[in-house]
């Protein structure tokens, strides 16, 4: 029998991803991933790689709880895995310090040893009346990207580099067309709902921090500054420009994101800058993971969307990623079904 063609576009974190769970569950077929961007240049590239959920919009909560959940069982299996030095997999503690008192984060009881922050351990950092200490876990996004595609190129994927200016171009060649496009969402699919947040970050060099800081201002899903320390460099941010689309790095975003840094955290002063990076988060009303059957002609293209993860696509990505491959077998086991019965 010939094998089933589907086509992934995206070699983000969800695409790769996505593309991998069909190879497993669904053996039958083969995958091609369509990309213009592969790592290291994607969004996916930039993000500091730290689960927590946030700016999911309105998302059904069961269902960030599921995804967040399962993607939090893989990334601290791969944590204590023998894996974990190649990809920059680790447990990192910290605080969510914030001026006004906070509800209880949704995910408080995913995490670990989630706790309110003591009056004496807040006082440690300026601007801060509020706040948690929590456990939490990190990947190196930019290592974890090239090992995904070296599995999914074992298994006998194919990769074409290449920019799709319509969805149409691909009619007549795969069976079922999967959707992560990121962003770019906007343009490929013309989803209007789909809007670019602008993040830029400092890498630096800063081996004496092990202790992550989120700061929130009133709107605990708005990141006033962040500090991640990672397995190699300490990730500094907090920038979030609404329907900013411009992937240069600028230098009044670097000067603000370090004042604001090292005021919190003197010690960073004497931190070796390694490189700014710039990315643009898919903000979307609601995460979009659904089936489309888009008519052509007197047939249709059955596309699977997955994109619209905004600040939470490292978080989100395992448990996605399952739930595309579960719909993918869905439908091809329905067009057979079809087909058995003409
Ligand atoms: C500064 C910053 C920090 C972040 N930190 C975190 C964090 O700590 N934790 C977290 O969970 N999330 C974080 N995020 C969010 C996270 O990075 C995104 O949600 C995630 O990367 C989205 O992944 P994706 O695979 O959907 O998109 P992308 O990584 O953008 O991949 C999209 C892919 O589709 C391809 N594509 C798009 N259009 C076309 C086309 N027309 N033709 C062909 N190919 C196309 C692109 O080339 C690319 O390969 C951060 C984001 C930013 C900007
Ligand atoms: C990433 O972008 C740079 C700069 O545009 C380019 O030189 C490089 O070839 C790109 N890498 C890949 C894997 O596409």
Redesign the pocket.
């Known amino acids: 029998m010939k094998k089933q063609q589907i086509c992934v576009?995206?070699?983000?974190?969800?695409?790769l991803s996505s593309a991998l769970h069909i190879q497993e569950i669904c053996p039958e077929s083969d995958v091609t991933i369509?990309?213009?961007?592969?790592s290291p240049n994607?969004?996916?590239d930039?993000?500091?790689?730290?689960?927590?959920p946030h700016l999911v919009g309105s998302t059904p909560p069961e269902k960030i709880r599921s995804w967040s959940q399962s993607t939090w069982d893989h990334m601290t299996t791969l944590a204590h895995s023998k894996q974990a030095s190649e990809l920059g997999a680790c447990l990192v503690s910290g605080y969510l310090l914030s001026p006004v008192k906070l509800d209880l984060p949704f995910y408080s009881d995913q995490v670990l040893g989630f706790r309110e922050a003591t009056q004496k351990e807040i006082t440690k950092f300026p601007g801060a009346k509020y706040g948690f200490f929590y456990t939490t876990v990190m990947i190196e996004v930019r290592r974890y990207l090239p090992w995904l595609m070296k599995r999914f190129k074992e298994r006998g994927g194919k990769v074409q580099q290449?920019?799709?200016?319509s969805l149409t171009e691909l009619s007549g060649q795969y069976e079922i067309v999967v959707n992560?496009?990121?962003?770019?969402a906007r343009?490929?699919v013309g989803d209007k709902s789909v809007e670019s947040v602008r993040?830029?970050?400092i890498r630096v060099r800063a081996p004496w921090l092990k202790t992550f800081l989120t700061v929130t201002n009133e709107n605990p899903d708005f990141l006033d500054a962040y500090v991640f320390p990672g397995a190699q460099e300490v990730v500094l941010?907090g920038i979030a420009q609404v329907g900013d689309w411009d992937l240069q790095h600028r230098k009044v975003d670097r000067e603000y994101l370090w004042k604001k840094c090292t005021t919190l955290l003197p010690s960073l002063q004497n931190a070796e800058m390694v490189k700014d990076?710039t990315?643009?988060?898919?903000v979307r009303t609601s995460v979009r993971l659904e089936v489309e059957y888009l008519p052509l002609g007197d047939r249709s293209m059955t596309i699977v969307h997955c994109?619209g993860?905004?600040?939470?696509?490292?978080?989100l990505h395992w448990g996605c990623a399952k739930e595309v491959a579960d719909v993918v077998k869905r439908e091809l086991n329905q067009d057979r079904n079809k087909l058995s019965k003409l």
């Open positions: 576009i995206g070699a983000g974190i969800m695409g369509i990309a213009d961007k592969l994607t969004t996916s930039v993000s500091a790689g730290f689960w927590m290449r920019k799709l200016s992560c496009p990121g962003v770019q343009q490929l993040g830029q970050i941010g990076w990315g643009l988060r898919p994109y993860h905004s600040g939470s696509g490292v978080t």
